[in-house]
Structures are given as C-alpha cells and as structure tokens.
T-cell receptor, first 113, second 110 residues
C-alpha cells in the first residue's frame, strides 16, 4: 500500500514564524504536490515537483516555497507565516503518466495566530 | 484551460436512496477522470477512475462512466448508507497537474 505521511496533524504557529511542513511517500513516486484546502474553495495547488530538485508553481504560490532534495520527501515552507495562511494543507504523490491517480496524506491543519 | 464543475452541495439523502453527483469537465485531449472521497478529518482517497472514453469506473457500489460526448463523469450509487457521508471530489489529470472540482458534501440520514 502506498503511504503518504505528513509530519504533523495539527500545528499552531505565531505570525511571522518560519514554518516547515514535511511530506514523505514510500512508493518511489516521481511527482509530489502541495495543496491547501479551504471551505468553499476546494483544493488549490500551491507547488508541485515532478522530479528531485525540480519544482513548479501552482495556482497560489505566493508566500510559500518548497524543497525536494530527495525523491521521497517534499517540504513546504512558509517563510513568514500570516493569519491568512491558516488552512488545511494536503500533500499528495503520484507516478508520471496520465492514467495514474494521486495518493494523499492525512493533512496538516495549520493555525497561525 | 482545463476545468471541472461539479454540483454544489450539500446533498442530503435517506439511507437506501439513489445517489447522483454531477460532474462535467472541459479539457484539451483525453484526460483521465477520477472521483475522490474525503471523510471527516482525513485526506482524500481515490474512489474510482476512468482513463478513456466509455470506461466505467466502479468501487464500493459507486459507479461513473466517462462520457466524451457530454464531457461528463457523473457519480452514482444505487443505495447509499450512513457511512457514505463524506465530501466527494471529481478531478481530471493533465500532463502533471490534477484539476479538482470544489467538492460535494453528502449527508446520509438513518
């Protein structure tokens, strides 16, 4: 079974802090993704990576950066957390190829106060 | 560009009722289509998928058929259970990125 794990289920941070969200997958997937999920807005893609050290901006990259130094790990970084980044963050991974589905982690609920 | 539109919820049904959640898409080429389900407090799980026109995906009593002529991928289940209460997302895959609908919340009452 594919497993995608995220470092925390719940996180509370203060405005201005640097925040790291970690995601690890164990099935050798090339592609990894970070989304945020907000009520009424569905899933919005922040960044994705199709290979080690490669990254592409998604629909809402402002205020975020990512790092992929190893194939199994994809980190999301909030350089200076703000209250409007309070959200549910979901990580996902997939194989390359149009017929392949994504596998999601359980999510991290981040609250910025 | 690619897009997915699904019916707004919430949808409230009695147990054993028939379920339809509508999903239509706009895409160049022939994308793969997916339905995901999200239970409270969890990430998304794949429910079913179809990779080409006229394919029918099915799982746990749910079905959806890839209709190219109507650009649709409607989710159906003949008899829903309380345990089916969740949020359902329709999605398509482009080259790398996935495009999701906004989700439809289903509530099934005993």
């Amino acid at each position: 079974d594919v497993k995608v794990t995220q470092s925390s289920r719940y996180l509370v941070k203060r405005t201005g802090e640097k925040v790291f969200l970690e995601c690890v997958q164990d099935m050798d997937h090339e592609n990894m993704f970070w989304y945020r999920q907000d009520p009424g807005l569905g899933l919005r893609l922040i960044y994705f990576s199709y290979d080690v050290k490669m990254k592409e901006k998604g629909d809402i990259p402002e205020g975020y950066s990512v790092s992929r130094e190893k194939k199994e790990r994809f980190s999301l970084i909030l350089e200076s957390a703000s209250t409007n980044q309070t959200s549910m963050y979901l990580c996902a991974s997939s194989l390359t190829g149009q017929s392949y589905e994504q596998y999601f982690g359980p999510g991290t609920r981040l609250t910025v106060t | 560009g690619n897009s997915v539109t699904q019916m707004e919820g919430p949808v409230t049904l009695s147990e054993e009722a028939f379920l339809t959640i509508n999903c239509t898409y706009t895409a160049t080429g022939y994308p793969s289509l997916f339905w995901y389900v999200q239970y409270p407090g969890e990430g998304l799980q794949l429910l079913l998928k179809a990779t080409k026109a006229d394919d029918k995906g099915s799982n746990k009593g749910f079905e959806a058929t890839y209709r190219k002529e109507t650009t649709s991928f409607h989710l159906e289940k003949g008899s829903v259970q309380v345990s089916d209460s969740a949020v359902y997302f329709c999605a398509l895959r482009g080259t790398y990125k996935y495009i999701f609908g906004t989700g439809t919340r289903l509530k099934v009452l005993a």
